[in-house]
């Protein structure tokens, strides 16, 4: 897959441009509970943000199909720096709440999508149907979560050890260099949509409006519901323990345990089919969900954490290579930002209850959010795991009128 001609142009950047997003949540849920002392606002800050991301995301993501992806790139991690930047001063001149949830709104929609960009880029690059998508998708999850690795780790260091606001604003400034070196790799970026007949560029349809998105859709909310659960809820454990460093080496070894499961899934020739793979990847994330609330000691929830990363990467990495087959490639860079705006809106529900719950009862209780989350994810993936079947890219004539317009055949593939 690294053979392939061209790749090497847009990986290397498009990880420095990814790695300041795992830093975005843990920056403003540190510094927003160290200047009001709540983690429900704190986590109220952060869910805005994520709202804000998950609503325009798919925006985005449709805007670069049509136009490009440089061009809403662009602007975008402007945008988001100087909102990022902002939000971190008032937060430290503790200004009023209404205050920093009317900035975290621009903060999230600008948040750049590097990684469906990334994803849409090998779509682009590799041929239709090559047994490469599924490594490439593993592999993307991988990058992903090591950036979860060094991200959190980075940002608690950076606020407990150098300034409060620390983490937050280095995550503006990678943001702003990371996205504009990505911005300029446009030889192998997906081509924008064609231009019609007057000039104008055609718009494409939704790619939520295909069935079996929505389905990922509602499965990527529940793992988004554990990532926001789990990062306020161990932030809350560790300052519940007096142990507030050693938050970033709980949320980098549950995340270490998604990369590790990445690799794993990548080096693996599946022999069942993607829509199995994904309804028992799910369900194992389920179960290991379950337990995290009874861990009541450093190593425990340490390990835990890890079991939870590990069955996280089958269902991401199934979820992100079904869209390869459910979608046209003229919008699949939208369909891969609906699956992660539907994580960051998992993420913010996640991070608003687990905040409400740890301030009220305590860390225990918020750590029961991402079980709640997988749950009613996994009923929904069990009844509507018929939409996920591919379906046939080729368009058949259905009319034999001359006019070339024809009528897309469905075919249900196991």
């Known amino acids: 897959m690294l053979r392939t001609p061209g790749v090497w142009s847009f990986l290397l950047p498009g990880f420095t441009a990814r790695q300041p997003f795992a830093m975005l949540t843990i920056g ?7 200047t009001t002392g709540s983690y429900g606002t ?15 995301a798919p925006q985005s993501g449709k805007l670069a199909d049509r136009f490009g992806q440089g061009a ?9 720096s100087a909102a990022v930047t902002l939000l971190a001063l008032l937060a430290l001149a503790h200004a009023p709440l209404w205050a920093l949830l009317a900035v ?14 990334v994803r849409a880029r090998w779509a682009a690059t590799l041929p239709a149907g090559s047994p490469l998508l599924q490594t490439a998708a593993a592999f993307e999850s991988v990058t992903d979560e090591f950036t979860f690795v060094i991200g ?3 940002a608690t260091a950076l606020s407990t050890g150098v300034h409060p606001a620390a983490g937050l604003l280095a995550e503006a400034a990678l943001t702003l ?7 300029v790799q446009r030889r192998t970026a997906p081509e924008p949509a064609a231009r019609g007949a007057g000039g104008a560029r055609e718009r494409p349809p939704s790619a939520l409006a295909v069935p079996g998105v929505r389905v990922l859709a509602v499965a990527f909310l529940g793992i988004g519901a554990v990532f926001g659960g789990m990062q306020v809820s161990m932030t809350a454990f560790t300052e519940e323990i007096g142990r507030p460093g050693i938050n970033g080496l709980l ?15 990548g080096a693996i020739a599946w022999k069942s089919g993607p829509r199995r ?4 990847g799910y369900a194992a994330l389920t179960a290991a969900t379950s337990m995290l609330w009874a861990a009541h000691a450093v190593p425990l929830l340490g390990g835990l954490g890890l079991l939870v990363g590990l069955t996280i990467a089958p269902a991401l990495i199934t979820g992100y290579t079904l869209v390869e087959s459910l979608v046209p490639a003229r919008i699949r860079t939208e369909a891969f930002t609906w699956l992660t705006g539907a994580v960051a809106l998992g993420q913010a529900v996640a991070a608003t209850a687990a905040g409400r719950l740890a301030d009220g009862i305590g860390a225990s209780a918020g750590f029961t959010v991402p079980l709640a989350g997988t749950a009613l994810a996994l009923i929904t993936l069990l009844a509507l795991r018929g939409r996920l079947a591919p379906r046939s890219a080729g368009l058949v004539a259905a009319r034999g009128d001359g006019s070339g317009i024809g009528h897309r055949v469905p075919v249900t593939v196991d």
């Open 277 to 280: 793979r994904m309804v028992v």
């Open 28 to 34: 403003i849920v540190l510094l927003v509970q160290h």
């Open 251 to 265: 949320y980098g070894t549950f995340a270490a345990g998604n990369m590790l499961a990445g690799i794993v899934c």
């Open 177 to 183: 260099a990371g996205g504009l070196i990505f911005a």
């Open 152 to 154: 959190p780790v980075l």
């Open 104 to 117: 975290a709104v621009p903060a999230g929609a600008s948040v750049p999508q590097i990684g469906p960009m």
């Open 42 to 56: 704190a986590g109220a800050v952060s869910a805005v943000t994520g709202v804000a991301m998950a609503l325009f």
């Open 72 to 80: 809403v790139l662009v602007p975008g991690v402007i945008v988001h």
